[in-house]
């Protein structure tokens, strides 16, 4: 089965960047359309991010402009690049995949565990 392991989350200053990775492996089928999500405490899971088989992309309205998504087919790997990071952004963002496109909705089959981003103004 699809395994899905985040890394590149932190502790960063109002302002600040950090680049998230989502390494995946396993796969038995594909290609597989992509998704960042972020849940806050006491808040429910959000979408941030997709990315779809042919690169087209869905951005949240709060992250427009500041955040950007990528891959690296070759490596397997999915990138979310976020910039001018605010107190708001903080949460845990899961790494998320599935055979068709389920955004907005966090009904993706296969998750990762979550990589921690915390902003401090």
């Known amino acids: 089965q699809v395994q899905l392991v985040e890394s590149g989350g932190g502790a960063v200053q109002a302002g600040g960047s950090l680049r998230l990775s989502c390494a995946a492996s396993?796969?038995?089928?594909?290609?597989?359309?992509m998704a960042w999500f972020r849940q806050a405490p006491g808040k429910e899971r959000e979408g941030v991010v997709t990315i779809d088989t042919d690169g087209s992309t869905s951005y949240a309205d709060s992250v427009k402009g500041r955040f950007t998504i990528s891959q690296d087919k070759a490596k397997n790997s999915l990138y979310l690049e976020m910039d001018r990071l605010q107190p708001e952004d903080t949460g845990m963002y899961y790494c998320?995949?599935?055979?068709?496109?389920?955004?907005?909705?966090?009904?993706?089959?296969?998750w990762g565990q979550g990589t921690q981003v915390t902003v401090s103004s």
């Open positions: 998320a995949a599935d055979s068709q496109i389920r955004w907005p909705l966090p009904s993706y089959k296969f």
């Open positions: 396993g796969y038995d089928t594909g290609p597989y359309c």
